[in-house]
C-alpha cells in the first residue's frame, strides 16, 4: 500500500535588497529631561554667600562705631587745662563792657548873674530857670583791675573775681539838649556887663547841669543797679570759660 506524503507549500518572500551606497542612520534615542535643581542650588548658593557678606560688613561697621562711641564716653581725659589769674584778666578786657547802666534824669538850673561892685544897687540882673534833660552812664574801670584781684584754684574749676568799685562815666555824661528847655528868662543885664544867654548856658548851665544829673542818678541807685549786673554779667563770663565754680565780689 502506497502511501503519498503531502508537504505544504510555503511561499518564499524575497526581503528587498538594500540599495547600494545608502547609509543606514540610526534612530536617535528619546531626549530625557533636564534636571532644574542643580541651577536652583547654584543661585541659592550664591545668594547666601552675599547676605552673609552683607551682615558680615553691617555687623563689623556697627560694631566699629560702637566701640568708637564707648571710648569717647568712657575715656577720662586726665589732662587739666589751667586759666591763669592773667588770662582771666586778659579775657575781661578783651570784652570791654565798662558800661552797665545808664540813666535818664532831668533836672532844674536856676541861673543869676548880676554886675558886681557899686552897679549892684541898680536892679540890672540875668535870671534864668532850665529844665535840663540827660544820660548819665555808669559801669566798672576796667583798667584798674589786675592779676591780684584774681583767684584760681589748682585744679583750674573755681574762680574768685574782685571787681573795682563802680563808677559814674561823668566825662560820659551827655545832655539832651533837644528836649530840654528855658522855663523861664529875666535879662535886664547888659551885654557888656553880663553874658549872653547861649555864653552863659555853654560856660554855666551845661558844667552845672551834668553835676546835677549826676546827683540825681545817685539818688535814684546807679550804683546798686552797676553792682548787681556787673557781678551777674562776670559770672556768667566766668561760666563760659569753664570755671564750675565762680564768686564776684566788688570792692567797696
Known amino acids: 500500500m502506497s502511501q503519498s506524503i503531502n508537504r505544504a507549500t510555503y511561499?518564499?518572500?524575497?526581503q528587498p535588497a538594500v540599495e547600494a551606497g545608502r547609509a543606514v542612520v540610526p534612530q536617535p534615542s528619546a531626549p530625557q529631561g533636564r534636571?532644574?535643581?542643580r541651577p536652583v542650588l547654584k543661585a541659592l548658593g550664591w545668594g547666601v554667600l552675599l547676605a552673609v557678606l552683607l551682615v558680615g560688613l553691617l555687623t563689623f561697621g556697627g560694631w566699629l562705631v560702637l566701640n568708637n562711641t564707648i571710648q569717647d564716653v568712657l575715656t577720662v581725659d586726665?589732662?587739666?587745662?589751667?586759666?591763669?589769674?592773667?588770662?582771666?584778666?586778659?579775657s575781661i578786657k578783651r570784652v570791654n563792657k565798662q558800661i552797665f547802666v545808664e540813666h535818664y534824669n532831668a533836672?532844674?538850673?536856676d541861673y543869676s548873674e548880676a554886675p558886681d561892685g557899686w552897679l549892684q544897687?541898680?536892679?540890672?540882673?540875668?535870671?534864668?530857670?532850665?529844665?535840663?534833660r540827660g544820660r548819665v552812664p555808669a559801669g566798672f574801670?576796667?583798667?584798674q583791675l589786675s592779676e591780684k584781684d584774681v583767684w584760681v584754684s589748682a585744679d583750674g574749676r573755681r574762680v574768685q573775681l574782685v571787681l573795682p568799685p563802680p563808677i559814674i562815666f561823668a566825662e560820659n555824661v551827655s545832655i539832651d539838649f533837644e528836649n530840654s528847655r528855658i522855663l523861664s528868662?529875666?535879662?535886664?543885664?547888659?551885654s557888656f556887663l553880663c553874658q549872653e544867654t547861649i555864653a552863659a548856658y555853654q560856660s554855666q548851665i551845661v558844667p552845672q547841669g551834668r553835676t546835677l544829673l549826676i546827683e540825681a542818678s545817685q539818688?535814684?541807685?546807679?550804683?546798686?543797679?552797676?553792682?548787681?549786673?556787673g557781678q551777674l554779667f562776670y559770672e556768667q563770663l566766668l561760666k563760659t570759660l569753664g570755671f564750675a565754680e565762680v564768686r564776684v565780689f566788688i570792692k567797696q
Not at 528868662?185 to 547888659?190: A, K, L, N
Not at 539818688?219 to 549786673?229: F, H, L, P, Q, T
Open 78 to 90: 586726665t589732662k587739666t587745662t589751667v586759666i591763669t589769674g592773667a588770662a582771666v584778666v586778659e
Open 121 to 132: 544897687v541898680f536892679p540890672i540882673k540875668q535870671s534864668f530857670v532850665v529844665l535840663l
Open 185 to 190: 528868662q529875666s535879662d535886664t543885664c547888659p
Open 11 to 14: 511561499p518564499v518572500v524575497a
Open 107 to 109: 533836672v532844674d538850673i
Open 35 to 37: 534636571s532644574i535643581v
Open 141 to 143: 574801670d576796667l583798667s
Open 219 to 229: 539818688r535814684s541807685g546807679i550804683m546798686e543797679s552797676v553792682a548787681a549786673d
